[in-house]
């Protein structure tokens, strides 16, 4: 069947969260990169935990927790101000370069963000971004209080553009997104940031590993779930190729 809409994941795939690095370096110099990349690792981690535990909470509050963990695991003390400046980074994330471009490729079929993001967070960035100009819609998984890759976040777009499954091509970076997504029956393009080989040579040629080496490690490469992305690719640039192919 044709793909009558394509849906992103917004954290990784559309935005880059590692652009929170420079904010964190400024707040608490020395530990930027650290911070960046447990507090990542903390944030999906209190989503899949709460979303077992049954007890939702939305996504600005995981946010804050596993920032509040981040920064408390390191021994730094921080004020007020200092915690909100740096939370207030996940409202003005940077677009990925081709981001822009790919979504205007893409029309006039749907376009959608289906995130772990709460509403208002969500909201905020896509108007700091100028992405609400392409976007017919932007989903997020506080309508069925429970995190992706649990099935009933998928559900949202079939609700949203009244579409079955195959006749949607979902978008991420995350591959433990991208393996929820298929199981659900999506059609997936996964995109492959990090390379195999290029983590292997980035652990072979440092005697220790960098976070950011780490993060990459557990993080970029496709989990071994039994779920294949039906595309993968290198960039947010090649899926109007995909789509109209």
Same mark, same amino acid.
């Given at each position: 069947?044709s793909?009558?809409a394509?849906?992103?994941? %917004?954290y990784g795939t559309?935005?880059?969260i590692?652009?929170v ?5 400024d ?17 999906? !981690? ?15 509050a ?7 963990y981040t ?12 915690? !909100? ?12 370069? #081709?981001?822009?471009s ?6 006039p079929?749907k ?6 993001? &709460?509403?208002?967070?969500l ?6 971004? %100028?992405?609400?100009?392409?976007? #017919?819609?932007?989903? &997020? ?13 998928y559900?949202?777009i079939?609700e ?11 978008? &991420? ?6 393996a ?16 195999p080989?290029?983590?292997?040579? %980035? ?11 780490m ?5 970029t490469?496709m ?11 290198? &960039?947010?640039? !090649? ?7």
């Open positions: 069947m793909i009558k394509v849906v992103f994941d %917004a559309l935005y880059d590692q652009s690095a420079e904010i964190t370096e707040a608490f110099p020395g530990y930027g990169e650290i911070i960046t990349q447990v507090w990542r690792i903390k944030q999906l !981690e209190y989503t899949w935990l709460r979303s077992l535990m049954r007890r939702y909470q939305d996504f600005t995981v946010t804050r927790d596993s920032l509040a920064l408390r695991m390191l021994g730094l003390a921080y004020d007020n101000a200092a915690f !909100e400046r740096v939370i207030e980074k996940y409202l003005h994330l940077d677009l990925y370069p #081709d981001a822009t790919a979504l205007a490729a893409l029309k079929r376009l959608a963000i289906l995130s772990n993001g &709460s509403p208002d967070m909201g905020a960035l896509v108007r700091n971004t %100028a992405l609400d100009r392409l976007l #017919d819609a932007t989903i &997020s998984v506080d309508a069925k209080k429970v995190f992706k890759p649990a099935p009933q976040a559900e949202l079939g949203t553009f009244g579409t079955a499954p195959n006749e949607v091509l979902f978008v &991420s970076s995350n591959p433990w997104d991208a929820g997504a298929k199981s659900f029956g999506l059609t997936v393009a996964w995109i492959e940031r990090v390379t080989e290029a983590m292997a040579l %980035a652990c072979v040629e440092n005697e220790l590993v960098a976070p950011l080496t993060f990459r490690a557990i993080r490469q989990d071994e779930l039994g779920f294949a992305p039906d595309h993968r690719v290198r &960039s947010l640039s !090649e899926l109007p190729d995909i789509v109209s192919g």
